[in-house]
């Protein structure tokens, strides 16, 4: 099988006990390349990756230092591209939402549902409604509270704010509603969901979550105050 070549990428980075991220980039067409995160989540020795992102072999041989690679996660519908890849290598489950029509493979291993079983503990998933195809946020419950979302909450309000994003993206990125912010997806609004007024209620249930810290798929770590740049978000999306 043949899989996406891997692309400008960092080695893992740890921002929490357990917590790892993998600041990558996807490239959909020859002139634009843009911003793309893996979390990794490592609990008993055993690693789960979100949002997979295809790293080199150096970048491989990091991510086999740190434990096991034993589950794939998709947390959102958009994001499949590389899960086959690391499924394959390592043997990983794979855990994901039924019903995607944009990655149809591979195989799920363990469905996901709302408050239903993760592959690590003290961890929340919370899933949207409304939706054309489901999305899900984690909420890893810690001191303090850390969010990891997909395509549905991007921040972008750290530095370096756009890692491995070509400077025509950068031009662009401000002018198609994507600003140094945190912000709600524009383009996964538009693509993916189906009852504005719902998906408002969703972000008012999500914004009970307790939580002071952002790891989107887009963007870069937010540490601090990440529920109060979620409600400026909000508050800018459907004010």
């Known amino acids: 099988m043949s899989y996406p070549d891997s692309l400008p990428h960092d080695l893992p980075k740890q921002i929490a006990d357990d917590l790892f991220v993998v600041y990558g980039c996807v490239k959909p067409s020859a002139m634009v390349r843009f911003t793309r995160n893996m979390a990794v989540v490592r609990e008993n020795g055993k690693l789960t990756l979100i949002n997979p992102v295809r790293m080199d072999e150096a970048g491989l041989a990091s991510l086999e ?3 096991e690679v034993a589950h794939v ?5 958009m994001h499949g591209m590389d899960d086959p890849f690391y499924i394959d290598r390592y043997k990983a489950d794979f855990w994901s939402f039924e019903g995607g029509q944009t990655y149809t493979s591979p195989a799920i291993t363990h469905t996901l549902s709302e408050d239903g ?8 998933l919370f899933a949207f409604n409304y939706m054309k195809e489901t999305e899900g946020a ?3 419950d810690r001191a303090p509270g850390i969010l990891l979302t997909c395509d549905a909450i991007q921040s972008y309000a750290t530095a370096p ?3 491995h994003t070509n400077w025509l993206s950068r031009l662009l990125m401000p002018l198609i509603g994507f600003p140094r912010k945190t912000l709600i997806g524009p383009m996964w609004m538009k693509l993916l969901v189906t009852d504005r007024d719902g998906m408002k209620s969703e972000f008012e249930r999500l914004m009970q979550l307790d939580f002071d810290q952002l790891l989107s ?3 870069t770590f937010l540490s601090e105050d990440a529920h109060g740049e979620v409600k400026r978000a909000f508050d800018n ?3």
Do not use: E, Q
């Open 237 to 239: 999306m459907f004010a």
């Open 161 to 163: 704010h756009t890692p």
């Open 117 to 124: 079983p993760l592959p690590f503990a003290n961890a929340k």
């Open 138 to 140: 984690i909420l890893l």
């Open 65 to 67: 230092s740190l434990g």
């Open 73 to 77: 996660l998709r947390l959102g519908p």
């Open 217 to 219: 798929a887009h963007g």
